[in-house]
């Protein structure tokens, strides 16, 4: 008994074991980090080039990240193919990438950009970043794979006024071709008006889309979508869209807002003036009937019964009293 393995640590033995590992004709996890965090810093570099054309510069710098690695551009191609049917391991093996790229750029001192000016606003200030979902994804050239859909209802912290601003980080890995992939977001009023805006990003980097406000109408849901078009001859092809720091950003109109306030504060004053005019003439009706002048109020009982049948009011108490 001494000498035996308890029952958990043997179950957590088995669990590694029977974890799958990436087949030995393919690039490995950690192999396949390196090779990425090189090439999107080769791609960066080819983008930032002056004098050259821009997809042969891309083509020679990516050329030198697998000689780098002496990597084969058919065993690279391969194994982005095995990659594509395990999504999962692509997207962990990409995040630790972008990760790896931003924090490099940090220590460089170089600038965040845009894309993170509003990450220290909460969801309830004048400005404020309304994401709720996953701040990154991947799509490929796969039927279910290749279009990211999301949902933003409208809730309590929404304005009249309101403006969006949908953002985020891609980073493509194109074997040749135009890349275009479409962002999309159907904005939803009241009276079920539709806004419907469109962009297409082409080009690694910070994309955005902006919803610009409406000052009459409230909004009820923001619905949208990313997509990466494909066709037959992408399914073999390197295609690869990484998407990262998804942010939707909405924007408070004061402005608007004040003057929505104060029309709503006006016509609940008029509105309450209005309704209480129709009850003090119904009063006096009542009265006026009560003194038998023959007037009845038509909120008033009547019958023709006796006395027993009346409304009886305060001025009849204070006769009878008398």
Known sequence: ?????????????????????????YIQPDDLEDILYDYHVAESMARNGNGMDANYNSTAYFMAVLEKHHISEAVFDSSMIYYYTHAERLKTIYSHVNDRLVNDAKKLGASVGD??????????????NIWRNETAVMLLPRATKNRFD???????TFKLGDS???????EYIWQGGSKDAVVCIKTTYEKDSVL????HVSISGIAQ???????????????????????????????????????FIRFHNKDIEEQYEKESAASFQTDSLQRVSPSRGAVQDTIRDNFGTGLRSKNAPFRRGGASNRVVTGTDRIKKTE
């Not at 894309?115 to 404020?128: C, P």
């Not at 969006?164 to 891609?170: A, I, K, P």
């Not at 419907?196 to 962009?199: A, H, I, N, P, T």
Request: charged share 20%; glycine share 4%; proline share 5%.
């Open 1 to 25: 008994m001494k000498h035996s393995i308890p029952l958990f640590l043997l179950f957590a033995m088995m669990v590694v074991g029977c974890k799958p590992s990436v087949p030995s004709e």
């Open 115 to 128: 894309i993170n000016r509003y990450s220290q606003y909460n969801e309830t200030g004048d400005t404020a």
């Open 150 to 156: 999301f949902v933003v209802k409208a809730d309590s």
């Open 164 to 170: 969006f601003m949908f953002q985020f980080v891609s």
């Open 196 to 199: 419907q805006s469109v962009s």
């Open 209 to 247: 889309l902006r919803i610009p406000y409406n000052k009459t109408l409230k909004i009820k849901e923001l619905r949208g979508f990313i997509y990466m078009p494909q066709s037959d001859e992408d399914l073999e092809s390197r295609r690869l869209m990484f998407i990262s720091q998804i942010q």
